[in-house]
């Protein structure tokens, strides 16, 4: 820990040294206070970092060798922070300037961002990948206001991000009214509904310890979002040359695992069940997620249905169940959640007509279990808890560091007869995904040489020049009908990273290039597949992937709508019985077309399209490929199916 | 009773037990007034078998590659026993899901059997020979058809849209469907869309052409 200075100037003794300041020069004889000559602005008393070094004499003090916010730095590279992304803003321009050079522009390196949303949405991307947060740095104001989209997706995504906004807490400190605008009295408040922790430190000795508490708490499962908001002030004033300031120690904390006494009962259920089924929603946080959820599944034969919101469990796997989902459940006498994020609507259906209506689709005495670390923090406001699951044995815990144990507990209850009778149910399982990957294929040749392009026969060209390639999918697949995940073998951790989180649009291509920036020390082939609505929101992503040379081959799913509310629409033009010729309004990017290989070309991206031949495809894929292979973004704009 | 007694035998330990079951159910049923087709059909709407079984107990059933049939069956003039049914309903097969006597008590179950084997499911609606595929493509896309089942009918899973293209229901299904949808499908009212033009729509689905083997695409097999 830091010792604080005897030699210090704490908050009131500044206060009462400025207040005699002011009065020596009023009472200068023959001169009103009011017009007297203003006295050289000096740090203000609130916040006062302890460590700052004050004026000692009347001569102006213009430059310092060093400043608070290099030690910020000192306290960011501790951590092992890879990258800064930003939009660049003046609150936060201490901390920019002793970034690129006190800090020498590495780890961080500055990412040049056009827009906060942007910003999160690369660190979404890129801690999904490597598994650790990279920083965003935005204003306390309009660019929290900017992120808080992307920061509710990372916070519904569980996924660990670190957020700086920078601030000017003292009024008397702001010089313009750019800067009164730009500042906020509570910047937090803007986040807080969706960060998992945030903090204002008022010293660098402070800054220090919630930095490293920050990225601790973000790092503890379930990981989320945190934010400090940053002084001005704080980053820019001078350190004393006698100040003493320690980095804190980083100790990671370890993932919470499931209470044993439940864990021995889920697992006395699971070995006695006729029809066991585990659903995946994020339960690996790393690679050894995906080998602890193939241990217990091939322990107990048992089928699996991933959600996919992580890579959790091999696509061609022959316990891999997953297009047999709503089959399996229905019949499931024993239920099991990993992190899934909607427990109760994974064993119920809802059905989407004038009157609202569920059921479910679970045996009434069917057993349920649920593993989810989401249990262990919960807020309010924000409705992302999903609605109340009854489940029968409830385990608060992270599931990677739970499932070693259940599968050992599993272990010992399983007797020789079980074994035997365990391994005749792998081969039905065997046999039935076979025919799934058979009907998926047949269903697949429907369309192929349709144009537009049919989303079976993109991801299948897609497939068949990647899959002898260190590939990574990026992209969230859920608007072209899952092919991918349906006819390709993923097997690692990063073949694939889920989707946003929180729905919310906008999050693909910032999330895909930051994923790119974390595979490019790894030589990864990283693919987007790309909905046209989600890259408008905020296109500039692509000019940030051109001008730091990240390798991505984005491949547009160019269906020209926003085609989700094109359906929606449609179904209340149809319940009304009007107008069913109409839902393309308001829904639809259409006259004119988007030029979306221009719009990338405009930002240095190699592009080509529209193309809505599909024999066009694999020329226009191997081409782009290369480019890619160059250590440079590509873009093919491919004209598609709905879905 | 007969696939009682062969499960009974399959599974000795369980038999007397399972017999009993049946026996009783069986009596219970027996004891009842005449089954009820118009209570059977309001039971049939709130357990929302149509969604599955179709408006009329049609069915969705599709052809796989491996030449069986997949899907929800057609139940209309069901072929089943009472007893049968009712046992089938409350501890189903493949993908539907039980419904237990909470849910639905065997006299429901029994006026939906009768509702299932009344004669009003019968009637036909016949594809018109007028019926324009071309017209069917323009209505087809301009009515939002190709939103869910994409632009050449071929279905997706996303949406929950089944493939049309070529259809796998006769005509007469297909209007009851669209009417009256399972499931998902927004209800397409005779006000918005014609029997003329559903016609002209299901002439255009017709002649979509089946897919070629998958088997002899090679991207389709790596």
Redesign the interface.
């Known amino acids: 820990m830091a010792i604080r200075n005897k030699n210090s100037v704490n908050r009131r003794n500044f206060l009462k040294s400025a207040a005699v300041g002011a009065a020596a020069i009023s009472a200068v004889p023959g001169v009103p206070a009011a017009s007297a000559t203003p006295a050289p602005r000096v740090p203000a008393a609130f916040p006062i970092s302890p460590e700052a070094e004050l004026p000692s004499s009347p001569a102006e003090i213009l430059t310092t060798d060093r400043s608070g916010s290099d030690f910020m730095v000192d306290v960011i590279k501790s951590l092992g922070i890879e990258y800064v992304c930003a939009n660049p803003g003046s609150s936060f321009r201490g901390l920019h300037e002793s970034i690129i050079n006190y800090g020498g522009n590495r780890s961080p390196e500055f990412i040049t961002c056009c827009h906060e949303e942007s910003s999160v949405g690369m660190a979404h991307g890129y801690a999904k990948i490597e598994g650790k947060p990279l920083l965003v740095m935005a204003h306390g104001t309009v660019g929290l206001q900017h992120a808080a989209m992307a920061v509710y997706n990372a916070y519904c995504d569980r996924v660990p991000i670190m957020i700086i906004g920078g601030n000017l807490i003292d009024a008397t400190s702001r010089i313009s009214q750019v800067e009164w605008a730009h500042s906020v009295q509570d910047a937090a408040s803007i986040l807080r509904d969706y960060v998992k922790w945030d903090d204002l430190p008022i010293s660098l000795t402070h800054f220090a310890e919630s930095t490293v508490r920050a990225y601790k708490m973000a790092m503890a499962p379930p990981m989320l979002p945190v934010l400090l908001i940053v002084d001005g002030e704080l980053q820019e004033n001078p350190i004393r040359a006698d100040a003493s300031l320690e980095v804190p120690r980083l100790t990671p904390t370890a993932p919470p695992v499931g209470d044993s006494g439940a864990i021995e009962e889920a697992a006395k259920l699971l070995v006695s069940a006729q029809n066991p089924v585990l659903i995946a929603g994020r339960s690996a946080r790393t690679p050894a997620g995906i080998t602890y959820l193939v241990e217990l599944a091939e322990t107990l034969q048992v089928p699996v249905i991933d959600q996919m919101d992580r890579m959790n469990f091999p696509t061609r796997h022959p316990l891999n169940q997953t297009e047999r989902s ?2 399996l459940i ?2 499931a006498d024993v239920i099991v959640g990993l992190e899934v994020n909607d427990f109760w609507g994974a064993v119920h259906s809802f ?3 004038m009157e609202r ?1 569920s ?6 005495d069917a057993k349920t279990i649920s593993i989810n670390s989401a249990n262990l923090f919960v807020k309010s406001n924000y409705q992302n808890f999903q609605r109340y699951p009854e489940v029968d044995i409830d385990i608060p815990a992270d599931t990677e560091a739970t499932l070693p144990a259940l599968t050992e507990a599993v272990k010992r209850n399983l007797d020789a007869s079980r074994k035997s009778a365990l391994s005749d149910r792998r081969a039905k399982l065997a046999a039935a995904h076979d ?1 799934t990957l ?2 998926t ?8 040489d ?1 144009s ?1 392009v ?4 993109l991801s ?2 897609l ?2 020049q990647i ?1 002898d390639e260190d590939w990574s999918l990026v992209s969230t697949v ?5 092919w991918p995940l ?2 390709w073998d993923f097997e690692k951790s990063y073949h694939y990273i889920g989707g946003a989180g929180g729905y919310g649009i906008g999050y693909n291509a910032p999330a895909s290039v930051g994923a790119a920036l974390a595979n490019r020390k790894y030589g990864r082939l990283t693919l987007n597949i790309q909905c046209d609505g989600d890259l408008m929101y905020a296109p500039g992503v692509l000019w940030t992937a051109a001008h730091h040379r990240i390798p991505l081959l984005t491949v547009m799913h160019n269906n020209r709508g926003y ?1 989700q509310e ?2 929606q629409v ?2 209340m ?3 009304h ?2 107008g ?2 109409r ?1 393309k309004i308001g829904t639809t990017l259409t006259d004119p077309h988007i030029d979306f290989a221009k719009l990338a070309q405009s930002m240095g991206v190699y592009a080509e399209g529209p193309i809505a031949d599909p024999k066009d495809l694999a020329p226009a894929i191997t081409r782009a490929i290369q480019v890619v292979k160059r250590g440079e973004p590509a873009l093919l704009d491919v004209i598609t ?3 | 009773m007969t696939t009682f007694i062969r499960i009974a035998a399959k599974k000795v330990k369980f038999a007397a037990f399972t017999l009993s079951l049946a026996f009783t159910c069986s009596a219970r049923l027996q004891a009842r007034p005449p089954a009820d087709p118009q209570n059977g059909k309001a039971v049939f709407e709130k357990l ?1 078998c149509f ?1 599955c079984h179709g408006s009329a107990g049609e069915g969705m059933s599709q052809p ?3 030449g069986k049939d ?1 899907g929800p069956p057609k139940i209309a003039s069901t072929h089943l026993s009472l007893q049968d049914f009712v046992h089938t309903v409350r501890e ?7 419904f ?1 006597p ?1 849910q639905v008590s065997d006299a429901e179950l029994a006026d939906v059997y009768a509702f299932l084997q009344s004669a009003s499911l019968q009637k036909k609606i016949e594809l018109p020979s007028t019926a324009n595929s071309q017209n069917g493509e323009h209505f087809y896309n ?3 058809c ?3 089942h ?10 929950g ?1 089944s ?1 049309l ?1 070529p259809p796998q229901i006769p005509f007469s299904g297909f209007v009851t469907y669209v009417r009256q949808p399972a ?2 499908m ?4 005779a ?3 014609s029997d003329a033009q559903l016609a002209d729509i299901y002439s255009f689905l017709q002649s979509r052409p089946q ?5 002899s ?1 090679p ?4």
Not at chain 1, 359 to 364: D, K, L
Not at chain 1, 454 to 457: E, G
């Open positions: 709503r089959e229905s019949s059905r989407d007509q209506t059921r479910p689709i679970a045996r009434s025919e058979q009907r294929r047949d269903a697949a040749a429907y369309a192929w349709a537009p049919s989303t079976a026969r299948a060209e497939w068949n899959k859920g608007f072209l009908s899952r349906r006819l085609h094109v359906m449609q179904i033009a149809d319940r019985s009007r069913i010729d839902a199916q709905p879905r | 929302a969604r796989s590659s491996a997949s189903p097969r493949g993908q539907m899901p039980p237990g909470k301009a009515f939002g190709y939103e869910c994409g632009y050449q009918g071929q279905g997706s899973v996303q949406t849209g493939r293209g499931g998902q927004p209800p397409y009212t006000k918005a869309v897919a070629a083997p998958s088997k695409i991207l389709l097999n790596k």
